[in-house]
């Protein structure tokens, strides 16, 4: 029992490190000439024909060309942005420590921070859009936020009980409806259309980092490499249509010391899930192969063209 305890306690101090820790690397400085290998980023998602890049230090990078040359946005913040997202080729939000939302109309030509009213600074660490107007953003103990007028305003959205504290990474839309992951083995959905977050019943207490969605099955990873799977019909089927019974998950755990921090699509259809330290383990046909990722620490990555783009606690790396 102690053993377990202190498994849980190394999972959430774990996943502290992205929730709390505002790293600056001393030789970072946040002009031209920046360094992008000295970076610690955090997120990098396509926009149309542009990819943008988060990370420390309030960096937001932008590419036209698949990251031969980046072009640093300017924006009144220092710390660390944990994430953002797109609802169309201008409109944008940025997400950071102490409840700090930034919008963007004009593709990151200018920014304007959103003021929202917290008990206590809350660390944001996802940011989703989930139709034109409406927005999603989670975070430290428990905080789930949502805007319906384009992400101007915002309003935090009652989850579970009124004493649930679990930290929450990241956020999951499919056709079914959209899921929030988090530590303790913590999956919540909500149904299309529907106001109210079910708890999922998992058979797993440690914590999460995130989820990505394949073919009609949804993958959730954390904790010294484990990761379940599930199908998402018939999920729908035990929670959207309200028969609230158990879910069939499968449960998978790679040879993994440390944790599964992102996870992304490999050009064979294969899933790549990279562990932290510089590992990324190949899931195909229900086997794992372990190789060396070519960055460390992969938290996030992206398709441009015929190469994958990688960022991660040391940097962007682009693979051929």
């Known amino acids: 029992?102690?053993?377990?305890?202190?498994?849980?306690?190394?999972?959430?101090?774990?996943?502290?490190?992205?929730?709390?820790?505002?790293?600056?690397?001393?030789?970072?400085?946040?002009?031209?000439?920046?360094?992008?290998?000295?970076?610690?980023?955090?997120?990098?998602?396509?926009?149309?024909?542009?990819?943008?890049?988060?990370?420390?230090?309030?960096?937001?990078?932008?590419?036209?060309?698949?990251?031969?040359?980046?072009?640093?946005?300017?924006?009144?913040?220092?710390?660390?942005?944990?994430?953002?997202?797109?609802?169309?080729?201008?409109?944008?939000?940025?997400?950071?420590?102490?409840?700090?939302i930034f919008r963007t109309t004009d593709r990151g030509k200018s920014f304007q921070k959103i003021l929202i009213e917290t008990e206590h600074p809350v660390s944001f660490m996802k940011v989703k859009w989930l139709s034109s107007l409406d927005a999603l953003i989670v975070g430290g103990f428990g905080s789930v936020f949502r805007s319906s007028d384009g992400g101007k305003s915002w309003k935090k959205d009652f989850v579970v009980d009124k004493d649930f504290d679990r930290h929450l990474y990241d956020i999951l839309i499919s056709e079914y409806g959209n899921f929030i992951i988090g530590e303790s083995g913590t999956v919540l959905f909500q149904e299309d259309n529907s106001n109210q977050w079910e708890q999922v019943k998992i058979p797993y207490t440690g914590s999460f980092f995130g989820g990505i969605i394949q073919d009609d099955i949804i993958y959730f990873f954390g904790m010294r490499g484990n990761i379940l799977s599930t199908s998402l019909v018939s999920f729908s089927e035990f929670y959207a249509r309200g028969k609230r019974k158990s879910i069939m998950f499968n449960q998978y755990i790679t040879p993994s010391k440390l944790g599964i921090m992102s996870a992304s699509v490999g050009k064979d259809g294969g899933l790549l899930f990279y562990e932290s330290g510089g590992v990324v383990h190949t899931f195909s046909d229900g086997t794992f192969v372990r190789g060396e990722s070519t960055l460390d620490t992969v938290v996030s990555t992206v398709e441009y063209g015929g190469s994958k783009i990688l960022a991660g606690l040391k940097g962007i790396k682009i693979l051929k």
């Open 1 to 100: 029992m102690k053993r377990l305890l202190l498994v849980n306690e190394i999972g959430r101090l774990f996943g502290f490190f992205f929730v709390f820790v505002n790293i600056c690397f001393a030789d970072v400085v946040n002009n031209d000439r920046l360094d992008i290998s000295k970076v610690f980023f955090t997120e990098i998602e396509k926009v149309d024909d542009n990819i943008f890049a988060i990370g420390e230090n309030g960096i937001i990078l932008s590419t036209l060309d698949g990251g031969k040359k980046w072009i640093q946005h300017k924006i009144a913040y220092k710390g660390l942005f944990t994430s953002f997202n797109f609802n169309n080729s201008e409109t944008g939000l940025f997400v950071a420590h102490d409840s700090t």
